[in-house]
């Protein structure tokens, strides 16, 4: 596993800003078709207990996505977990930290992590958000590439470990997946030019910022985070401010019933297109699965702050709740 892993490091270089495979997989940059979108669906049950993956873990593939500390994986892991890495499954753009390959190329990676697809893929982490938050923004990226039968593992490995389970330091070394990716989901992707800043109310938009509050009303200064930004404020005008600690427990997400309330009180506006945001799109990921949990369908801007703060800072000009 880890030497496919460096092989698939090794076959790919930057044109530009952007990442494609050497010589004989040349993709240009995926087209991002904007589609029309339901703005209410059916609630996700995007969660399984460690009990429930305690009974079923020989029939799923299960995705260790802890990023940080970047040992921990080789530490401990849930037997049979192969390492989903950031570093691996993203690219730094111009803008985006976290940018996303073309769709063959994100297929090539998880193929090495042995995904088909018929598997129902299971993903936990450690860590920040009782263990949710990598494991949500790998959740995100499953399905904004197509693959939808993915869930998480609610707590992560702390949960995982409480409730009995084993974990192991040994290398997994999975057979090559045959899973097929074939295009970016544009109904759960948000890019830059997508969102009307500056505009949302009269353009039937919500935009919901999951940067945590002393980022959101400026007490923290943005360019402590951003050096040189040109922003003036610390949000979006007409953003609303939804931090990924108010929807997360000691043992992973909250009940939907107490996510529901919570979500009652923002402010929302029936039909509108919900935007989530926060620095990177990693703390937006777990706001995404809580609003899906609850049926809102949401579009993730990848780019977020990062990208405001150096691409159009002007835009960054509200401060305060």
């Not at 207990?49 to 921990?72: E, F, G, H, S, Y």
């Not at 992590?113 to 990226?141: C, H, K, P």
């Amino acid at each position: 596993m880890v030497e496919n892993v460096y092989k698939f490091r090794r076959i790919t270089q930057k044109i530009g800003s952007f990442p494609v495979l050497h010589l004989s997989l040349n993709f240009p940059p995926p087209t991002r078709i904007m589609i029309s979108v339901f703005k209410r669906a059916m609630s996700t049950n995007s969660l399984v207990t460690p009990q429930w993956l305690l009974q079923n873990l020989n029939k799923v593939r299960v995705i260790d996505a802890t990023w940080m500390p970047a040992d921990a994986y080789a530490t401990e892991h849930i037997p049979g977990a192969a390492h989903y890495s950031f570093d691996y499954a993203y690219f730094k753009s111009e803008y985006i930290k976290f940018d996303l390959y073309p769709p063959e190329v994100f297929q090539k990676y998880i193929r090495l992590l042995g995904v088909n697809n018929n598997d129902q893929v299971v993903i936990y982490s450690r860590g920040a958000a009782s263990g949710m938050m990598f494991a949500s923004r790998a959740y995100w990226t499953f399905k904004v590439y197509g693959f939808t039968n993915v869930t998480l593992l609610n707590g992560g490995l702390d949960a995982w470990k409480a409730a009995g389970g084993s974990t192991n330091q040994e290398t997994v070394k999975p057979q090559l997946g045959n899973v097929d990716i074939r295009s970016l989901n544009s109904e759960i992707l948000a890019n830059f030019e997508d969102i009307p800043f500056n505009h949302l109310a009269e353009k039937h938009a919500d935009y919901i910022d999951a940067r945590i509050p002393s980022q959101f009303t400026g007490q923290d200064p943005l360019s402590a985070t951003y050096p040189g930004t040109k922003a003036k404020g610390s949000h979006v005008t007409g953003a609303i401010n939804f931090p990924m600690a108010d929807v997360i427990g000691p043992n992973g997400f909250l009940s939907q019933e107490e996510v529901d309330a919570k979500i009652a009180k923002l402010g929302l506006t029936a039909g509108n297109q919900v935007y989530v945001a926060c620095n990177t799109g990693i703390q937006a990921s777990v706001i995404f699965t809580a609003l899906e949990r609850s049926g809102i369908k949401a579009k993730l801007y990848n780019g977020s702050m990062t990208e405001l703060a150096y691409r159009a800072p002007e835009l960054v000009n509200a401060t305060g709740k």
